[in-house]
């Protein structure tokens, strides 16, 4: 049930869901957080503006489909795992750069792990809440 109370109020809640998602995903390393919990932030939010304003004006907004997501999240973890065996050690050992990047500190491959959970959690959750509101498909009238 859409009203213009909440398409009214997604609009300025939106950008900040967004935003607190990726602070939980960049501060996950040294305090609670990560791109789990970032990752259900930001579902949360596209999830939101789905009951706003329906599914079809959901996949406008987000620009890419849910499986594009998946699919990027589990080929950037994979990639994150890999780069320990390219620098000769073993999968999914850490290896960080030696410099630092402004207010995000060091970055490694533990981070990038991270970035590739953060999708891959979007991606899934979005999927789902697509699939069950999606009222478009045979069977659901």
């Known amino acids: 049930m859409s009203t213009l109370i909440l398409r009214t109020a997604v609009k300025y809640i939106i950008p900040g869901m967004f935003l607190f998602s990726l602070f939980l995903l960049f501060r996950g390393h040294n305090e609670p957080g990560g791109g ?3 990752g259900l932030v930001a579902a949360a939010a596209i999830i939101l503006y789905t009951l706003a304003n329906g599914v079809e004006k959901a ?16 080929l950037v973890a994979l990639l994150a795992g890999v ?5 000769g050690k073993e999968f ?26 953060y999708l891959l959690v ?11 509101a999606d009222t478009r498909e045979e069977g659901n009238q």
């Open 36 to 38: 789990f919990v970032g």
């Open 122 to 132: 979007t991606g899934m959750v979005v999927k789902v809440i697509f699939t069950l």
């Open 59 to 74: 996949e406008k907004m987000l620009h890419v489909s849910p499986q594009k997501l998946i699919a990027a999240g589990l």
């Open 83 to 87: 780069t320990g065996w390219i620098a």
């Open 92 to 117: 999914m050992t850490g290896i960080w750069l030696d410099l630092p990047i402004p207010v995000m500190g060091k970055f490694g491959t533990p981070v990038l792990f991270d970035i590739g959970v």
